[in-house]
């Protein structure tokens, strides 16, 4: 069974704009049962590998963390190479792993070194979302509540809507609410960095950019063209993602 949702939402996209099941068949290499299921459902099953059990490198990684953080003060030359590296952690930490495992794992700490960097100029019918809590009296009670506030930078609307709580239930009634509201959908919308659309949060304040799977059934819903994953920085940036949207 398909479990990819990007391709997924991809080719529910292009159906909902008119292409044929059988066209989808052909032009995915799919079978045509695969096709239907996708036509009537917003996001496949929800089966999940379970996670792998940690490799060789495991107990070496702070190894290869010293070795980049000599790096910072090398010339760009002289710099580790991921070869000499692996080299390094056979010959010297008693490394007994393959070379590939430890490309790998550089890869993923270079991405997890990318700054993000927030758009501070915002074209016609982007939109950005958050959450954040005040103080509200309700019933003659004070009470914190959450509210998620959206708004078009460009056009300056912003529409505020107070919740009990933050949370999965409300993130999407928030959204619901807010496209209707506009009587569309944004051409784009930038999330924060929250535990309700974020899937893994490596420490506070830090996730691994992976959207949950509430918003990805969102942007199955709503015929979301896609999404793109932005990378932690080592500074206390905001982190976000954005998803371009189809319109009304």
Not at 32 to 40: A, G, L, Q, V, Y
Not at 43 to 70: H, N, V
Not at 206 to 213: F, I, L, M, P
């Amino acid at each position: 069974m398909l479990q990819d949702m990007e391709l997924w939402s991809n080719i529910r996209r292009l159906l909902d704009r008119g292409m044929s099941k059988r066209h989808a068949v052909k032009h995915f290499n799919l079978n045509f049962r695969t096709i239907d299921k996708i036509s009537k459902n917003v996001a496949p099953g929800t089966y999940q590998r379970p996670p792998r059990a940690d490799t060789k490198l495991t107990p070496f990684l702070s190894f290869i963390e010293g070795y980049l953080e000599e790096d910072t003060n090398s010339h760009r030359k002289q710099r580790h190479t991921k070869k000499r590296i692996f080299e390094r952690l056979r010959d010297e930490q008693g490394y007994t792993g393959i070379y590939r495992s430890v490309c790998k794992a550089l890869e993923k700490m270079a991405t997890k070194k990318k700054t993000l960097y927030m758009p501070l100029a915002h074209p016609p019918g982007e939109a950005q979302f958050d959450f954040g809590f005040a103080d509200a009296v309700i019933g003659g009670v004070l009470q914190k509540v959450a509210y998620a506030a959206i708004s078009l930078p460009y056009s300056n609307v912003r529409y505020i809507q107070a919740f009990p709580k933050e949370c999965i239930e409300t993130l999407q009634e928030s959204l619901v609410r807010f496209f209707r509201f506009l009587g569309g959908v944004p051409s784009k919308i930038t999330f924060d960095n929250s535990k309700v659309n974020t899937k893994k949060i490596l420490y506070p304040g830090v996730s691994d950019g992976q959207e949950g799977a509430l918003l990805q059934g969102e942007r199955s819903d709503y015929a979301i063209v896609g999404s793109e994953r932005r990378e932690t920085s080592d500074t206390n940036e905001e982190e976000s993602f954005d998803v371009g949207c189809l319109g009304s």
